[in-house]
C-alpha cells in the first residue's frame, strides 16, 4: 500500500467516528441545540424532551467520543459545549472525495464522447 493509500486510509479510520455520531436524529438534535454557543447542562439538553436525563448523557458521551462535544465542569455541574473543528475536517475529507468523483465522471464523458 502506498504511503498516500495509507494516508487516505488513515484520514477516513478518524472520520469514522465522527460520522457514526452524526447518524443518529437525537445527536443531531443536541448538535443543532449546542450550535448555538451557548453551554448547556444534560438538565437543560433534556428539557422540552421524551429523552431521559442518562439517554441524554448517553448520546452526549458518544458525540464527546468523537470530539464533536466537550463537557467543561462548573461547580457540581457540567455544562457541554459543541466544537465544530471535526465537522470542518470531515468537510475538507467530503470535498476530496467529492472531487475525486467529479474527476472520474469528467473521464468518464470524455471517453464516451470520443
Known sequence: MSARSRNTAAKREAYAPVFAALGDETRLALIATLSTGQPRSIAQLTEGTDLTRQAVTKHLRVLENASLVRSVKTGRESLF????????????????????WDDALGRLKAFVER
Not at 82 to 94: E, G, H
Open 81 to 100: 459545549e459543541f466544537d465544530p473543528t471535526p465537522l470542518r475536517s470531515v468537510r475538507d475529507y467530503a470535498d476530496m472525495v467529492s472531487q475525486q
